[in-house]
């Protein structure tokens, strides 16, 4: 069975940078892009980004180019996203989530809690 | 394009129907819209996708309609467990943007 299986919990200062990993299984990972998804807390999701397993191709949502990198690792059927120049209100929980062949998001990991504290 | 969802709070029985209305601002190509439950501490769980397409393991009191702009999910009859927060998402053409959601609660 299709599994994502995130990264845990972090805590991390402002202006410093996390890497949230999300590792893959039950499936041929390079057919399937990969999205990010995060959710503050009590607020809805916003879609951060996607990337192209296949080929590295990636789409960054405006209000987070710049400061987000994603990529992935086709040896271990890991996807990471690196958040940089983090703030209190990327406060946060982070979702992967696998993209079906059209686009829409079948499989979720179990989520990344982010906080961004002094 | 940014996608309207109404209304913001649905209090509804057991029972009852539910209609949950995504607007979006611009047509969505190829009507990729898709449909999204959320229960507390969970992730959400796709429920339809390309407007009408019910996501295998779905009840069939979800439905899904609509096109161009103007989509809505349907409940036809509300068990304990459907009642959650539901988002709609386009993946028409990046970026896949969310709706705010459709808090579902009971009355």
């Known amino acids: 069975q299709v599994q994502l299986v995130q990264s845990g919990a972090e805590v991390k200062k402002p202006g410093a940078s996390v890497k949230v990993s999300c590792k893959a299984s039950g499936y041929t990972f390079n057919n399937y892009g990969i999205d990010w998804v995060r959710q503050a807390p009590g607020q809805g999701l916003e879609w951060m980004g996607w990337i192209s397993v296949n080929n590295g191709n990636t789409h960054i949502a405006q209000r987070f180019q710049g400061r987000v990198t994603l990529t992935t690792d086709t040896s271990t059927a890991t996807a990471y996203m690196d958040l940089r120049s983090l703030r209190s209100d990327d406060t946060a929980v982070y979702f992967c989530?696998?993209?079906?062949?059209?686009?829409?998001?079948?499989?979720w990991g179990q989520g990344s809690l982010l906080t961004v504290s002094s | 394009i940014v996608l309207t969802q109404s209304p913001g709070t649905l209090s509804l029985s057991p029972g009852e129907r539910a209609t949950l209305s995504c607007r979006a601002s611009?047509?969505?190509?190829?009507?990729?819209l898709a449909w999204y439950q959320q229960r507390p501490g969970q992730a959400p769980r796709l429920l339809i996708y390309?407007?009408?397409g019910r996501a295998t393991g779905i009840p069939d009191r979800f439905s899904g309609s609509g096109s161009g702009t103007d989509f809505t999910l349907t409940i036809s009859s509300l068990e304990p467990e459907d009642f959650a927060v539901y988002y709609c998402q386009q993946y028409g053409g990046s970026p896949y943007a969310f709706g705010l959601g459709t808090k579902l609660e009971i009355k």
């Open positions: 611009q047509r969505v190509a190829g009507n990729y």
């Open positions: 989530a696998r993209e079906a062949a059209t686009g829409f998001l079948l499989y």
């Open positions: 390309g407007a009408s």
